[in-house]
């Protein structure tokens, strides 16, 4: 066995002597960004071929940023199936009566990443059709399908209130956030802010005036005033905005998550001509509780591509705890999830040793993988039966998701499938680039440093050289 294994890292060492530096395009770009050489690994091979066409740094383990959510995903098409499907049930905790509920009304979740608002509207005007108006007794919330786990959202960039700093909830409801959108007049010099969802518990005002100034940033002239104790909140809005900017919208997470979801509830059921006379408590549902009604998710593919078009950090958190709870039969929880993706890897004879899985979702100071297994990772996805589904996920270059402005006028445009990852200290980049003689290439770039935020030329400059063929790649 000792020998097998000299054997293979001999012939891998024998490959990689074969394959190329970067590119010197890439090097003066990153020279101009001042970002060392050590800063950065790269990776590309041909999706048919036997050994890799470009490697630097390839074997050191580098913080992927939002390039981890291809590990996340890809595990989630393969293990639970493109067509999955999260659900959100209803239960009567007692008993029904007329129009009315002698009881507490239960809301069990199983994870559903997009649970939206309108989707839950829809789910509640159809307890409303089915005949339900007044529950007498509290919402309680059957968030047992995750592991309750303490969550800081600003332990990651002290932004508590940003939204993609919301933790994961089996009972997870609109990204557990508030949207303000503003809509400025300018023929009253008015800007009306509207609050969607207006959760009970959130206490709200704004009073911005409309201006004639150039769009630049929206925000600058808006003065917010927002506080929050978890169980209530506060937003004020004063101040001026450009009229020519048109609507824009900000979201931030004001509430505890139990106490958002009863304020929508609260607020929705209302509105659709219920009532209900308690508060909220968390809970199981009992085996004697009746089923009332089923929400469904999109298919696990459709929100494939909201995770990796639009680099969702809160779906991806979401996705990877369903793989823990779901194939394990446990409640959700890191360890857990790690443990089912480290197995998924190794049955297809993946061996990632420095592979660290924090939360699935790339913002993390702790996840870690080389360039060479990502790339590894991404030509076994090749070979997959869920390939056009992980494929059509990534965002297209210069057309869509957050790489519809990159690119856009250059050969290479409409011709890769990239996902990026953006940290303070990282520029990353994986995916597959269809040169211009018709070959698919896997490609990776992961920047760790400082000074990373100007890797983005480079990492143009890399993908670019892939779609030309780049110098001497004859396979």
């Known amino acids: 066995m000792l020998i097998l294994r000299v054997i293979l890292i001999f012939l891998l060492a024998a490959k990689l002597a074969y394959a190329q530096p970067l590119p010197p395009t890439v090097e003066l770009a990153l020279k101009r960004a001042q970002i060392p050489l050590s800063a950065v690994a790269a990776y590309v091979q041909g999706v048919d071929a ?32 493109p067509t999955y499907v999260w659900k959100t049930e209803v239960y009567a905790g007692g008993k029904l009566q007329g129009d009315t509920l002698l009881g507490d009304l239960i ?24 005949g339900l108006r007044e529950i007498r007794g509290d919402l309680v919330q059957d968030r047992s399908y995750f592991e309750a ?29 508030v949207r303000f959108q503003f809509v400025p007049d300018a ?6 802010v509207i609050a969607e969802p207006r959760p009970a518990g959130l206490d709200f005002s704004a009073a911005v005036r409309a201006t004639g100034a150039p769009c630049g940033d929206w925000r600058a002239g808006i003065k917010a005033e927002l506080q929050s104790n978890g169980a209530r909140a506060r937003a004020a809005f004063s101040g001026t905005m450009p009229a020519s900017c048109g609507e824009r919208y900000w979201n931030v997470s004001l509430l505890a998550q139990p106490d958002y979801v009863y304020g929508v ?25 009746r089923l009332l009604a089923t929400a469904e998710s999109a298919s696990n593919a459709e929100l494939a591509r909201d995770i990796n078009k639009f680099s969702n950090n809160v779906m991806a958190r979401q996705l990877f705890l369903t793989l823990g709870a779901e194939m394990l039969a446990l409640p959700g929880n890191r360890e857990r999830s790690t443990q089912v993706v480290r197995a998924w890897l190794a049955q297809k004879g993946l061996d990632f040793p420095e592979l660290v899985l924090e939360n699935g979702a790339g913002l993390s100071r702790q996840e870690r993988i080389s360039a060479e297994h990502m790339g ?31 690119l856009r006028f250059e050969s290479i445009a409409g011709q890769a499938h990239i996902k990026t990852g953006s940290l303070s200290d990282a520029r990353t980049l994986a995916g597959y680039v269809l040169d211009q003689h018709g070959r698919r290439r896997v490609v990776v770039l992961f920047i760790n440093d400082a000074r990373a935020g100007g890797g983005r030329p480079a990492q143009d400059a890399l993908l670019q050289w892939v779609y030309e063929g780049g110098a001497g790649l004859g396979n």
Do not use: C
């Open 50 to 81: 036997a050994s890799p066409l470009l490697v630097h740094n390839a074997a050191q383990a580098m913080n992927p940023a939002s390039t981890m959510k291809l590990v996340t995903t890809y595990a989630a098409l393969e293990l639970l199936g």
């Open 265 to 289: 509830f609260k607020q929705l059921w209302e509105e659709l001509g219920g009532t209900i006379s308690g508060g909220w408590r968390d809970g199981v549902a009992p085996a004697s509780a």
């Open 187 to 192: 023929e009253t010099k008015s800007v009306t």
């Open 107 to 130: 809301l069990k979740g199983y994870g559903d990443p997009k649970l939206t608002l309108e989707r839950f509207w829809l789910l509640l005007r159809k307890l409303r059709a089915l």
């Open 149 to 177: 786990v303490a969550h800081d959202p600003g332990k990651f960039d002290a932004e508590p209130l940003r939204a993609y700093n919301v933790g994961p909830d089996a009972l997870l409801l609109n990204f557990k956030a």
């Open 376 to 406: 590894r990772l991404l030509l076994t996805a090749w070979r997959s039966a869920v390939m056009p589904e992980l494929l059509s996920s990534l965002p297209l270059v210069a057309h869509d998701g957050t790489l519809r402005r990159r």
